[in-house]
C-alpha cells in the first residue's frame, strides 16, 4: 500500500496565512533582584513568525 505524499500536495482550500507560531510556552527563568539575588519563576510566552 502506498501512502500519498501529503506534503508536496496543494490544499483544495486556500487558507490566508499570515503569522505562525507557539502559544503559551511556559519556561523556566531566573530574574535578578534588587539585591543581586536570584528568584527563579516559570515564564509565559507566545512567539511568533510574520509570513
Known amino acids: 500500500m502506498k501512502l500519498p505524499d501529503i506534503q508536496s500536495s496543494h490544499p483544495e482550500e486556500q487558507i490566508p ?8 510556552l ?3 527563568i531566573k530574574v535578578l533582584d534588587r539585591s543581586k539575588g536570584y ?3 516559570v ?8 509570513l
Not at 496565512?17 to 503559551?24: A, D, L, S
Open 39 to 41: 528568584q527563579e519563576t
Open 17 to 24: 496565512i499570515e503569522k505562525v507560531g507557539i502559544k503559551n
Open 26 to 28: 511556559r519556561y523556566p
Open 43 to 50: 515564564g509565559e510566552f507566545n512567539l511568533y513568525v510574520d
